[in-house]
């Protein structure tokens, strides 16, 4: 196996590339693939201040790496979640990515700042844990966001996850989620824009990625996602990439190119307001976060 | 397990509608569905003539059973592919069930009529033979359908085929056969309209129809759709409904419901001339059917 570029010794195979790459290659490849997502999608103008959403785990951590390379101007906003030795050892892994480099690393703690936990949100609404959660990481790294003047906000999503998003969305075309599912969303009044640079590259690539590079990050997945759908639609497209390489890419581009205008009407278009607790923009009178909040401290 | 309408002991359930049922309750719902797929989608209209695509499969005999139940007027027409033994035993499944009601079963035999077999075909053109197969048959319904003046021609593709066909659509975004794939298909000039009654069976309940009507069919598949992608995508989606029953039908129903209008103008609106060979619809000046011909020919 040897590198597409130099010829070298390859450490790595892509095969939906139908390619192998040396370590410098593979960096630069992985460097690559996120320049042209940023600079397709019109993610992040010149000067513009970038917050990354820092989860410790290897996406994340790949991803402040790549945009530092980039030069841009990006700190990070790590949130912690309260799932018991995961977010300890997830936020150390966070804390010395960004010690080590001189970074600056903002923090959240659910239960020191707002009073729960995830366990605790999932317990209060006896909904799956993935829903409080994703519904407080929205609202706090845009809070954080708009506070502190960045233009943007960006999420290690890659191509995995999206590709597994939009598996479910398809299987029950849930026409709004397919209007929203973007590699960018625009600002609008009250939030900032938020985009994923990381959607042309697959998990297994961030992190080899890590691993050459030599970044720790937290290899255990979430602990309180094990058996939700996600993880059924990532086996299922695992299954079919396997048969057939580049089946993600072609599915999540594809859609993005090809479909997604077809559903910009499904978006809804509530007219925003101001949060009478928090101030956040709400299409209600409290928004999510608070309401999620008064139910926690109901229980 | 008791039928979910009399009480009395089932003998089959259907997962997806949390219900069983006994044998009579299960060909009644099996009916029930037939009858309200074609209404909902104005299939067939009072005194219309129907032709039924017959294989000698599970799907095809249910299918003309199931419409002979409804009381409609309905002939079959068998195609010989000159698939070795397996159309040998087909086609006798074919003519049995026909000599058996007395019904009228029209046979075109392509090595007979037209100098060719699916194999052959398959050969010349370097393709897999699915490709060859769906062109022959799609051209010689039709054609049997105009001449013989049957108002519409319905195929006994199941909820599964559908499902599998959908998602192999979807991956790859084929926008132009998304904005085909719909349960019925308008008669346009040179053209019978197209209908698939059974998209609200799954192929577990076609199998039990012919098994509890004592329909005898062949029970092996094609040997030449061996590997095939469809094959995949069906044991994707049967994983996928194992895990959350009702996946296959909410998929392919939200599309025509929810997503198919959204891309009706991505079908490509050629139009139409009279082929110089054979006298079909073509958009170009010979059709592909004869095309097919003229290349086996040349072999």
């Known amino acids: ?20 790459f ?4 593979f960096l630069a ?10 600079s397709e999608h019109k993610m992040i103008g010149p000067g513009e201040r970038v917050l990354v959403a820092v989860s410790g785990g290897k996406d994340s951590l790949a991803l402040w790496d790549l945009l530092q390379r980039l030069e841009y101007d990006v700190d990070g906003l790590y949130l912690g979640l309260g799932i018991g030795d995961y977010s300890d050892e997830s936020g150390r892994y966070a804390r010395e990515f960004a010690r ?44 954080v966001a708009m506070e502190r ?6 999420t290690g999503h890659n191509l995995d996850d999206e590709a597994a998003v939009l598996l479910g969305n398809v299987l029950r075309w849930e026409t709004e989620y397919l209007a929203r599912q973007h590699p960018v969303l625009p600002a609008r009044s009250g939030f900032p824009r938020k985009a994923k640079p990381l959607v042309r590259l697959a998990e297994r690539e961030t992190a080899a990625y890590c691993v050459l590079v030599g970044i720790d990050y937290i ?13 059924g639609y990532k086996a299922v ?14 599915f999540l581009h594809g859609f993005v190119d090809r479909a997604s205008p077809r559903f910009a009407s499904a978006a809804s ?6 949060c009478a607790s928090c101030g956040a923009p709400t299409s209600g009178e409290i928004c999510a976060f608070c309401r999620l909040q008064s139910r926690v401290r109901a229980q």
Do not use: W
């Not at 707002?114 to 790294?141: D, M, N, Q, V, W």
């Not at 290899?219 to 094990?226: D, G, L, N, Q, S």
């Open 1 to 20: 196996m040897k590198c597409r570029v130099c010829r070298g010794p390859a450490v790595i195979d892509v095969r939906r590339h139908n390619a192998a």
């Open 22 to 25: 040396c370590r410098d290659h």
């Open 29 to 38: 490849h992985c460097t690559e693939q996120v320049r042209r997502t940023i």
């Open 100 to 143: 080590s480099r001189n970074l600056k690393l903002h923090e959240i703690d659910l239960a020191a700042d707002f009073g729960y936990t995830i366990p605790e949100a999932a317990a209060a609404t006896r909904r799956p844990p993935c829903g409080a959660c994703g519904l407080s990481k929205r609202h706090l790294f845009d809070q």
């Open 149 to 154: 003047g960045y233009d943007v906000v960006v």
């Open 219 to 231: 290899v255990e997945e979430c602990p309180m996602a094990e058996g939700n759908r996600h993880l």
């Open 237 to 250: 497209l695992n299954e079919l990439e396997r048969q057939s390489p580049g089946t993600k890419a072609a």
């Open 269 to 274: 278009e509530h007219s925003l307001q101001t």
